[in-house]
């Protein structure tokens, strides 16, 4: 069992930055490959990024490569995602996964935060 609780999410002006933090559950954390996701109102939650367990490998979706960076620290069970020059188009709730398959799916991923809103404004 894993439990991961989201936070630092907030309302932000656009070409801001802001960075959202998940903290898990359990002292086998760095196994997991951990991604985010994200959801707007009516839509498709989305991929957005990915690290893989130890030595792993990151992945962006188009959208966001270039400002956003997942990282982790296993020392503290937290995985982050540094998001810079935001912009209105990346509101939406923000959720963190993990699970032993990771990658782009939301289907490999076996467990889920609760999600934490973000909010930019133009």
């Known amino acids: 069992q894993v439990q991961l609780v989201e936070s630092g999410g907030g309302l932000v002006q656009a070409g801001d930055s802001l960075r959202l933090s998940c903290a898990a559950s359990g002292r086998t954390f760095s196994v997991y490959g951990m991604g985010w996701f994200r959801q707007a109102p009516g839509e498709e939650r989305e991929f957005v990024a990915s690290?893989?367990?130890?030595?792993?490998?990151?992945y962006y979706a188009r959208s966001v490569k270039g400002r956003f960076t997942i990282s982790r620290d296993n020392a503290k069970n937290t995985v982050y995602l540094q998001m810079n020059s935001l912009k209105p188009e990346d509101t939406a709730n923000y959720y963190c996964a993990a699970g032993l398959g990771g990658g782009v799916n939301p289907g490999l991923y076996d467990y889920w935060g609760q999600g934490t809103q973000v909010t930019v404004s133009s």
């Open positions: 690290l893989g367990g130890s030595g792993g490998t990151t």
